[in-house]
């Protein structure tokens, strides 16, 4: 049987705070360009992709880690990345290391399988999402919202917002790609999301140790030439 070729494999995480409700999500920022701008605004779960032979990483969990750690480092992106493009005052490095430990200390939630078919003259895309969770404390969601009222930077790549269940909800703001309906079936509700047709969306499982655990149904594609 032929097996499905992955696009690429993402890792993120939800980061939710039980004492307010509250969750912590990565937001895109003016600095995306051209066909990119539609997404300006919209939110989306903390984290980042793996691309076979173009990162090293081992499993799932590494690519998060990997992901989280650069993000909040509190240094400028390397050359090469889009974040390079943005200009950022940070916030105190004491901070920003309390918001990134608590981000780190996650658990495994859900492996979904995302099949977006052709559109407006897009290629078709398979990809598989690993999905940790992390309870983070009222405390470190104060330290985000007065670092955003400060306008000091806690990442080096896009932005970083609070927000309610309700908000996203009611779509103030909107949230990107999957967004919602991961976050729907962790609150077990409904949540607006950005792919209304044709859309395959399934859970299939905790995410995998590591990446050759996914050979058994998928190949991925081969980066390392790109």
Avoid: W
Avoid at 80 to 95: I, N, S, Y
């Amino acid at each position: 049987m032929r097996k499905i070729i992955l696009n690429h494999h993402v890792s993120t995480i939800i980061a939710k705070c039980g004492e307010t409700g509250e969750f912590l999500f990565g937001k895109y920022d003016s600095s995306y360009p051209g066909l990119n701008k539609h997404l300006i605004g919209k939110v989306k779960l903390l984290g980042g992709n793996y691309f076979a032979g173009r990162n090293h990483d081992i499993s799932p969990e590494e690519t998060l880690r990997r992901e989280l750690g650069e993000e909040f480092s509190g240094k400028v992106a390397t050359e090469g990345e889009m974040a390079t493009l943005q200009r950022h005052v940070f916030a105190d490095e004491e901070e920003i290391r309390q918001v990134r430990e608590a981000l780190l200390n996650f658990e495994p939630f859900q492996d979904y399988f995302i099949h977006l078919p052709n559109q407006e003259n897009n290629p078709q895309i398979y990809f598989v999402q690993s999905v940790y969770i992390s309870f983070i404390s009222k405390g470190i969601i104060k330290i985000v919202k007065d670092n955003l009222r400060r306008g000091h930077s806690l990442t080096n790549e896009g932005l970083i917002a609070v927000h309610s269940l309700k908000d996203i909800m009611e779509r103030r703001p909107a949230t990107f790609g999957i967004t919602g309906l991961i976050i729907g079936q962790a609150e077990r509700t409904s949540v607006p999301y950005c792919f209304q047709d044709a859309l395959t969306f399934a859970p299939i499982g905790l995410p995998r140790r590591t990446y050759p655990m996914y050979l058994n149904n998928f190949e991925y594609k081969d980066y390392s030439k790109e």
